[in-house]
Every structure is written in structure tokens, then in C-alpha cells.
């Protein structure tokens, strides 16, 4: 009778353990559509279930079937992941999903079209100076004359200080254009823009919907106003062709650009008085097309135009 007890005792034990496990499993159902919206089929679905040690992380390859879809299920310790490939497309993926919830995820695929040679740079640092417009020139790739080797303004750059603001750190950044008919067109997930994509940003700039300015305000160190999944094409250049039609070089930011108004003037002491002259931080990485009327801005990043870039100002996305 004790032998019989103790045996239906390990089996509840048995069972239980099975059924916490059975728990623990989640659903992962992924889609997969083109930037036209149309179903990928065989497109590679690679899920993560990532645990503390690799030993415990498994990782489920699939197929897409021909409505693009595939769906597996496993077990996480820390996050889900689901990386996407396709030959002749850009690699898509998306990583830290809850790990206690099942999930449906929308993929889409970028074709992979024409890339190209491109003025390509990522550019960190800090405003020239504060309180008036500052030029950028995409083909130099510095800041315009006095404040460096620029010769041509594409995009003007003008920081302030928010007075009376809710902080004093609070400053407001506009981004602005030297020429009529010059601007930039906000493209997010509405319109385009893709969190998930290696290229972020449509193949070819838009050809119209451009504004003359774009503002933010920054209250902080954080950048916490940088809106997500938000970046820019620009037009720049303007000029007249011979038969007075509109003539622009294009150009993009590859995920939006960050911006705080830190350091100098902003700090208490002692560090103030270290770095009196450090404010307006930005950071974004840019791509810009030096064909006057090409509107293509996929970049090959075999062939920078830029040569014998440092490590920190080289662009690894298209």
C-alpha cells in the first residue's frame, strides 16, 4: 500500500512538472508580405527562444507556406526573436518579445533593387554653436564654413535654449533649408519606414510632400522626444534646369537623428567650469545621392564615396 501511494505521489509530481512545462510553451505565429503587401512564400523564419546559456536557447528554422505564413512554439527564458531571409530581399527581424505571451508578428521583406554609390556617414557630435543656423553639407560631410570644411549648405541645423522651460536643460532644435522648394518629408510606419528591415527606409526618396521645417523639443539628457519609427528623405540643392524645371539632389536619415541639449551651461558645478563649451549633442547617419534628380537612396555599402572613414562615421545599413 505504501509502495502504491508513494507511486501515484511521483506520478502527480511527474505529471505536474509536464504540465508547467506545457505552460510555459508559447505560440509564435509569424506573416510574411513584401513591401507591396503580398504574401513571401519560402522566405527562411528563424525563432529565437533565448534562455540564460546557449544550451538552453533554441532556435526553430521554417518555411514559409504560400500564404507566407509560418508558426512554431517553444520556451523562453529571457525574450523571443524571429529573424527573416530570402534570397534577393533584405534581412527583417524583430527581438525582445515577451517571453510569457504568445505572439503574432507582421514581416515584411524589402526587395533588394538597385543599390548604388552613395555619400553615406554617420556623424556624432555637437552643434557649432547655439542660437543661429548651422549648415551641414552632405558631400563634404562637416559642418559649413567658419565652423569647418563644408562648402555648400543642405541642411541647416538651429539649437536654442528654452527659456522658463520645465527644465533647465529644455532646448528646442529646428532643422531647416537654404533654398525655395528644399525640405524634408517624415516617413514612419504609415508611410514606410520599417523598425524591422535592414533598410529602414523606402528604396527611392518620395517626390513630393516635403516641408520647409522640422522642430523638436528636448527636455533633457534622454531623447526621449525622438519619434519612433520616424526618419526623413530630403531634397536638397535646388537649382533650374535649362527648360526651368525643378532640379534636386536626394538625400536620408536612416533611423531620425538624436538630439539633447547636455553638458556646459547645463551642468552644475564642478563640471561646469570642465566643460563649459559642450552643448547640443546630435547624432544620425545619412545617405546622400550626388546624381542631381536620382531619387534613388539604396545604399551599397561596398561602395562609399566617402573613403578611409573612422570606424565611429562608417554607415553599415543600406
Not at 542660437?131 to 562637416?142: A, K, N, S
Not at 529644455?170 to 522648394?181: M, V, W
Not at 526623413?232 to 527648360?243: G, I, L
Request: charged content about 25%; proline content about 4%.
Amino acid at each position: 500500500m505504501t509502495r502504491s501511494l508513494a507511486h501515484i505521489a511521483l506520478m502527480l509530481i511527474a505529471f505536474s512538472v509536464t504540465c508547467v512545462k506545457a505552460q510555459d510553451l508559447k505560440r509564435v505565429s509569424v506573416s510574411v508580405v513584401d513591401d507591396s503587401g503580398v504574401a513571401v512564400e519560402g522566405a527562411e523564419v528563424t525563432t529565437i527562444f533565448l534562455g540564460y546559456r546557449s544550451d538552453q536557447t533554441q532556435r526553430i528554422k521554417r518555411f514559409t507556406n504560400k500564404e507566407g505564413k509560418v508558426q512554431v512554439t517553444g520556451r523562453a527564458l529571457l525574450r523571443v526573436g524571429v529573424q527573416v531571409q530570402k534570397e534577393s530581399y533584405y534581412t527583417s527581424s524583430l527581438s525582445r518579445l515577451r517571453r510569457k505571451e504568445n505572439h503574432q508578428v507582421l514581416m515584411v521583406l524589402r526587395k533588394i533593387k538597385k543599390p548604388i554609390s552613395l555619400y553615406a556617414k554617420r556623424y556624432i557630435g555637437k552643434l557649432p554653436s547655439l542660437d543661429q543656423p548651422c549648415g551641414f553639407d552632405f558631400e563634404v560631410g562637416d559642418w559649413v564654413a567658419p565652423h569647418g570644411e563644408g562648402k555648400i549648405s543642405d541642411l541647416m541645423f538651429r539649437a536654442a535654449v528654452i527659456e522658463n522651460g520645465p527644465r533647465p536643460i529644455a532646448g528646442r532644435i529646428d532643422l531647416s533649408f537654404p533654398r525655395p522648394k528644399e525640405g524634408a518629408v517624415i516617413v514612419n510606419s504609415e508611410n514606410g519606414f520599417s523598425e524591422t528591415s535592414v533598410l529602414t527606409m523606402p528604396n527611392v526618396a518620395f517626390a513630393d510632400g516635403y516641408v520647409s521645417e522640422i522642430s523638436r523639443v528636448e527636455q533633457g539628457y534622454e531623447n526621449l522626444s525622438k519619434p519612433r519609427q520616424t526618419s526623413y528623405f530630403f531634397r536638397t540643392r535646388h537649382h533650374k534646369s535649362d527648360t526651368g524645371e525643378d532640379l534636386f539632389n536626394y538625400a536620408k536619415f536612416i533611423d531620425g537623428f538624436m538630439f539633447r541639449m547636455s553638458g556646459g551651461r547645463f551642468l552644475d558645478e564642478p563640471y561646469r567650469t570642465k566643460i563649459p563649451d559642450e552643448y547640443g549633442f546630435i547624432e544620425f547617419q545619412y545617405c546622400w545621392n550626388p546624381t542631381v534628380g536620382d531619387r534613388n537612396l539604396e545604399f551599397d555599402l561596398s561602395k562609399n564615396l566617402f573613403k578611409d572613414l573612422d570606424a565611429t562615421e562608417r554607415v553599415n545599413r543600406p
